[in-house]
């Protein structure tokens, strides 16, 4: 594990750096990088563990404040950081909110910088100067926020918004040319479309086993002949999220009806009967595009108190690279929900408080934990770009066997609401931060596998 180290400044002397002694240097140094700014130094070795720089280089490397840094080392070059950029959209002209609604989610994300060892700021498409290769990024400190210029980072953290921003054509020629030009990772990219998961995913035999029967561009034939077989089905958009135009159709075999559970645009759970699949989808799909949807197999969920539960589980790649669980928890549906998402009336609960029995609350979560690794490292193979981090929500059914449903790349943050849970929002900060430390060191010591 790498360890941080306290960075000083010396204002009485130029063009020196001192490190412990502890490194082993192969060649004598001869530049310094911050970022992608750089300039020659002397690289002197001490007993004391910091880093101490001249005020110059300070100076000339645009380092924006005091804290604690990494060091890396490749051949006669030596890197203080990393400098990690955060990019998004969305910024407003508030002193204290930034970046609006979401401005506490990247507070908290930077107040992770201290404790992973190094520097993190948040910028759009506005921040950078081109000219001058520098950013006015936006850190976070106990005083509030403040926009300091630096160079360009080592990596980038993708956190935009939505689909809509990320399609964006003057934000994806910003993250090509970052990218392509500059040579600077960005992980996280794009939001995952749900029918092209299912196509990486099925053709796997490792993780085959976890996905529902999913078609694309439904049929009235097709659907008739899934709840024939299943008794309910979801027809979701395949680009949707937050639970947000889901409808659960279910088929009642007695009284030969469909009855279609959804959400409508009052915000209130809703309960139809249709005598047709034809009338169904007339009915609800005025507006909308079936073409644009998958129908799902629906699942015979466990149930406490009569209500559907499904699960929650973040993984994150940590600063080795692998992955990792962070965070799981379990979601209750809400009266009459067609999901378990916590703006459908949905409830946050603990594993242990859905399973009070010690032995089958292990064997549930290890079940869970075994799936979300394995999916996340099929998708990681198959998956194009560097993905950090991924939210799944996947259902377990009366027999103990393992779904999945979904695979988000940039997740919610609603699970951390629950007061046992939120240790877990400050380990979720962190790992991000870790992983850009990791690309970071792959950048300097690898960058044809990285960039190949």
Same mark, same amino acid.
């Given at each position: ?26 060649? @004598? ?72 609604? =979401? ?59 939505? =689909? ?12 090509? =040319? ?33 996905? @529902?029967?999913?078609?694309?561009? @439904? ?136 399973? @009070? ?64 849970? =939120? ?30």
């Amino acid at each position: 594990m790498r360890t941080s180290l306290p960075l000083s400044v010396s204002k009485n002397e130029s063009g020196k750096v001192y490190i412990p002694n502890t490194f082993k240097l192969n060649t @004598p140094i001869k530049q310094l990088f911050f970022g992608t700014s750089s300039c020659e130094c002397e690289v002197i070795q001490v007993e004391k563990q910091e880093i101490r720089i001249s005020e110059d280089i300070y100076s000339a490397l645009r380092i924006p404040y005091i804290s604690r840094t990494q060091l890396f080392f490749n051949e006669d070059t030596l890197y203080i950081g990393p400098l990690v950029g955060i990019f998004t959209a969305g910024f407003s002209e508030s002193a204290i909110r930034p970046i609006g609604e =979401r401005t506490l989610f990247f507070s908290k994300l930077l107040a992770a910088e201290k404790a992973v060892g190094a520097y993190v700021f948040v910028f759009g498409a506005k921040h950078i100067d081109w000219e001058k290769g520098t950013i006015q990024g936006l850190f976070h400190h106990r005083n509030g926020w403040e926009t300091i210029e630096v160079p360009f980072p080592n990596v980038i953290y993708d956190r935009l918004p939505n =689909r809509k921003t990320e399609k964006n054509r003057t934000l994806q020629q910003i993250k090509q =040319r970052l990218h392509n030009e500059y040579l600077i990772p960005w992980f996280n990219p794009g939001f995952f479309d749900k029918w092209e998961v299912h196509q990486l995913l099925e053709g796997d035999s490792r993780v085959a086993s976890y996905l @529902p029967e999913t078609h694309k561009t @439904p049929t009235f034939t097709l659907i008739e002949r899934m709840l024939s077989k299943y008794q309910h089905v979801y027809l979701k958009p395949a680009n949707g999220s937050l639970g947000l135009g889901i409808f659960q159709i279910i088929f009642d075999k007695e009284n030969e009806g469909y009855y279609c559970r959804y959400r409508d645009e009052q915000n209130t759970n809703r309960l139809q009967r249709f005598s047709t699949i034809e009338a169904l989808i007339n009915t609800h799909f005025k507006k909308r595009r079936l073409e644009d949807y998958i129908v799902q197999q629906g699942i015979h969920l466990v149930r406490v108190d009569k209500k559907a539960v499904d699960f929650r589980i973040h993984t994150n790649k940590n600063e080795e690279g692998q992955w990792q669980v962070s965070v799981m928890a379990a979601k209750i549906s809400g009266l009459g929900s067609v999901t378990t998402h916590v703006n459908n009336g949905g409830v946050i609960r603990t594993i242990q408080e859905i399973f @009070p029995n010690t032995e089958e609350c292990d064997r549930i979560t290890s079940s869970l934990n075994d799936a979300a690794l394995t999916l996340s490292k099929v998708i990681d193979r198959r998956y194009k770009g560097h993905i950090g981090e991924i939210g799944f929500d996947l259902g377990v059914d009366k027999d103990g066997k393992v779904w999945l449903f979904e695979a988000n790349s940039k997740p919610g943050r609603s699970i951390f609401s629950h007061p046992k849970l =939120r240790k877990y929002d400050k380990l979720s900060s962190q790992l991000p931060l870790q992983y850009a430390i990791y690309l970071t060191e792959a950048t300097i010591k690898s960058p044809e596998e990285l960039f190949k």
